[in-house]
Structures are given as C-alpha cells and as structure tokens.
C-alpha cells in the first residue's frame, strides 16, 4: 500500500502546484490586463499601477473571469473607449499565456 499512498501523495502535491500556478498566472494576467486598460484610459504611472491593482482586486468577486471582463467592459463604456467585447477577451486570452510564460520563466 506504500506504493500506492506516494502516488496519492506526489499527485495530490502536483494538483496543488498546478492550482497555485494557476492562481498566480491569473492575478499576472489581471495585472497586466489592468495595465493594458489603464493605458486605453489614459493613465499613466502611479494612476496606471492603482487601476491594475483595481482590476487584480475585481477578481475576487466571483469564480471565473467574467468579474474582471465586467470590470474593464464598464470602465471602457464609461470611459467611451472602443473595443469590443471579442478584443477585451481576445487580450485576457494572450495575456494569460504572457503571464504563464513569465511566470515559468521565474523558476
């Protein structure tokens, strides 16, 4: 049964490192998709790193990433910036695979 319980264990331990790679890609993507809007919304410096710090927070609200999309769709609405709703995803979608590269880059 050893046997058994190291392999329970060791895939237990990967599920975990992969959950928490996902999480950590998912709160980069956010910063940098912040980052993109806020640059969109003609902010800069101090007030870009405050709005991505907005957008990172949003996704808290509930599962998935439609907190987030919500949250960058209003602001360009109010905003009266262009871009459909296929760009804002389009650009989650690129930034996420930005942010899984940077981040295995790191270890």
Do not use: C
């Not at 709160?27 to 993109?36: D, E, M, P």
């Amino acid at each position: 049964m050893s046997g058994m319980d190291d392999r329970g264990d060791a895939f237990e331990k990967k599920y975990a490192h992969d959950a928490e790679l996902r999480f950590k890609a998912e709160a980069r993507r956010n910063k940098l998709l912040g980052l993109w809007a806020a640059e969109l919304l003609g902010k800069s410096g101090d007030d870009a790193a405050a709005y991505a710090k907005e957008v990172v927070r949003s996704d808290f609200e509930e599962p998935g990433d439609e907190d987030v999309f919500r949250k960058v769709r209003e602001d360009f609405d109010s905003a009266k910036i262009e871009q459909s709703d296929h760009q804002i995803r389009r650009t989650m979608d690129e930034l996420l695979a930005t942010a899984i590269d940077q981040i295995k880059n790191e270890a």
